[in-house]
């Protein structure tokens, strides 16, 4: 197999890392329980690195290794902070420098919403120019944010704030968000927001449970999910409206439920904008698809985001 990258994307459970071709098709995939902390994190990415190898037939990756982590990172020093889920809350932690000392190879950092954002754009058809689409990728986690690729490059801002979605106050009513303000969109629209509305029992995911529980009829669990539903549309709203991209691809725990969210967040956008010529001649709803389930998207961005804008690395 011709492999041209290795993407990683570091979780607080798992790291999983992908071997992928010049196209960004997985040819093979390894996962490994994250251990916390500096070190831990560093020497989980390298054993996965190393197991990756180990199921390729030769060496031959041309691009750098790509790691997606969840945090702020700074992509000039490759390093990352305030991933309280991995145990790295205090200082910069030099990642990029620490895996090169441990593998031997240049690699890249980036936050893993942007990862996997660049990942979601194998997903997306070009358009019919043969240009890459405009993609918004919204990952529906514990919080809510969305990384964006424009021009097939992917979208940071000043200062890497670009896609925070979650964070615009949509009810000065609403309830305090974790960032301090109240009435943030990431209240209504979030894994959390959704656990809180629908607490799940015996351990299942809430989503899963909520959506099965309305696909049965449960007169409750159908109000919360078209309540949840609207307040992701409101999202998908918010980011066509902003940025006009041409997809809106949904991510993140969440997103495991699969068609069923698709198909609640496109009824939703159809009724938001029913009232609005305006909206409705925008085709909200047709832009919406989801993850397929099982899909390593943020690994495969991270991989990706080593690929070099040329026809000599697949760009």
């Known amino acids: 197999m011709s492999v041209a990258g290795f993407g990683l994307d570091i979780g607080a459970t798992k790291t999983l890392g992908v071997a992928v071709d010049r196209h960004g098709t997985v040819l093979a995939e390894v996962r490994l329980p994250t251990v916390p902390g500096a ?27 790509g790691v997606g982590v969840p945090g702020l990172v700074d992509l000039a020093a490759g390093a990352v902070k305030h991933a309280v889920n991995l145990g790295l809350d205090g200082e910069w932690l030099p990642l990029r420098d620490l895996l090169e000392q441990r593998l031997g190879r240049p690699v890249v950092v980036e936050n893993d919403v942007n990862a996997a954002a660049l990942g979601a754009t194998s997903l997306v058809p070009a358009r019919p120019d043969g240009g890459p689409s405009d993609l918004a990728y919204l990952s529906l986690g514990t919080g809510l944010a969305a990384g964006l690729v424009l021009d097939g490059r992917p979208r940071r801002g000043v200062h890497g704030a ?21 009435g943030c969109l990431e209240t209504v629209a979030s894994g959390s927001a959704l656990a809180a509305a629908w607490p799940s029992a015996r351990g299942a995911a809430p989503a899963a449970a909520l959506f099965q529980a309305a696909a049965e009829g449960d007169a409750k669990a159908v109000a919360v999910r078209d309540e949840f539903a609207a307040a992701v549309a409101s999202a998908v709203r918010l980011l066509c409206l902003i940025v006009d991209v041409d997809a809106v691809v949904l991510g993140g725990g969440v997103a495991d439920v699969g068609e069923p969210l698709r198909a609640a967040v496109r009824q939703a956008l159809g009724d938001q904008v029913s009232a609005s010529p305006f909206l409705g001649s925008l085709h909200l709803a047709d832009r919406v698809s989801v993850v397929p389930r099982g899909y390593p998207v943020a690994a495969v961005g991270a991989a990706l985001m080593g690929r070099p804008a040329t026809p000599d690395g697949g760009g």
């Open 162 to 182: 670009a896609g925070e979605v979650g964070h615009i106050p949509v009810d000065p009513l609403g309830l305090w968000c974790p960032c301090g303000q109240r």
């Open 39 to 65: 070190e831990g994190v560093a020497a989980t990415a390298t054993a996965v690195v190393e197991q990756l190898l180990t199921t390729i037939d030769g060496d031959d990756a041309l691009w750098p290794i």
